[in-house]
């Protein structure tokens, strides 16, 4: 019996803004049901990998598949329903002067589906959110809140795979336990596909399967997240990240 594609493939991808390449020869596959990290310093290209995968980052070349559909260069309907992303600032990716109600009824409306009202309850109970927050608005929430609002948002065409942008480091520390909770238990639930840009290792440890370290737009090591654990990283870049984050200091 032959394994089943992965869902997410990226073979040689290469993305460049204005001229300039910034991500290369990026190489990696994503199993179905399985949650990977992209992990390095700022600047690494992590975040832009995933703006090519939702084709918020037209300038690529290369090779790259969800689903076994080939990788667009713009944003598409049929994308959305496959594919949906998780930002990392949730007060900047909501709109200031929509209600919660109409942030998630939106994509909806905009792919013809219906039973919006049954839709816009159970997303909002599926995040941890009663029904007060429904017509809320952004500024009327703390961060935490709107963060569950984006997740909601994300889940509302039931995607298989969802992309997350550092979808905890603007929240405080209190809060981010409780949203990377609610991210795991998603993917269980719901046999989700994660693709994680963290510079958080701890994250990683706790959220991932499997990660790919980026240096300066290369992919310089892929490694299991038990990595972490042993410190069993072969690339020096790799060794000197996992040091710089304390060891095995963050499992305990």
Not at 21 to 38: H, K, M, N, P, W
Not at 80 to 106: I, N, W
Not at 161 to 170: G, K, R, Y
Not at 208 to 229: F, Q, T, W, Y
């Amino acid at each position: 019996m032959s394994a089943s594609p992965p869902a997410i493939s990226l073979e040689n991808l290469d993305v460049s803004y204005d001229g300039t390449r910034v991500v290369q020869g990026v190489t990696f596959d994503v199993a179905s049901g399985e949650s990977f990290a992209l992990v390095g310093e700022s600047g690494s290209g992590k975040s832009t990998v995933l703006k090519a995968l939702c084709g918020l980052a037209p300038e690529w070349t290369g090779d790259m598949s969800i689903l076994g559909q080939p990788g667009a260069h713009r944003p598409t309907r049929k994308l959305a329903r496959q594919c949906q992303m998780v930002f990392q600032d949730p007060y900047g990716s909501l709109h200031p002067r929509k209600t919660v109600d109409a942030v998630l009824s939106e994509a909806l409306a905009i792919h013809g589906i219906g039973g919006q009202d049954a839709a816009v309850k159970q997303v909002l109970a599926d995040v941890g959110l009663n029904a007060r927050f429904r017509f809320r608005y952004p500024h009327q929430m703390s961060g935490g809140q709107r963060q569950r609002v984006a997740i909601a948002r994300a889940l509302m065409l039931e995607p298989q795979v969802m992309l997350l942008d550092e979808p905890t480091s603007a929240l405080d520390v209190s809060v981010q336990a409780e949203i990377l909770n609610l991210l795991k238990r998603l993917r269980a639930e719901r046999g989700l596909t994660y693709l994680m840009v963290t510079h958080n290792l701890p994250v990683v440890s706790f959220m991932c399967d499997r990660m790919a370290v980026m240096n300066k737009g290369r992919i310089v090591e892929i490694a299991p997240a038990s990595a972490l654990h042993d410190g069993s990283f072969q690339d020096a870049y790799s060794q000197k990240l996992y040091a710089a984050s304390g060891g095995t200091e963050h499992d305990r």
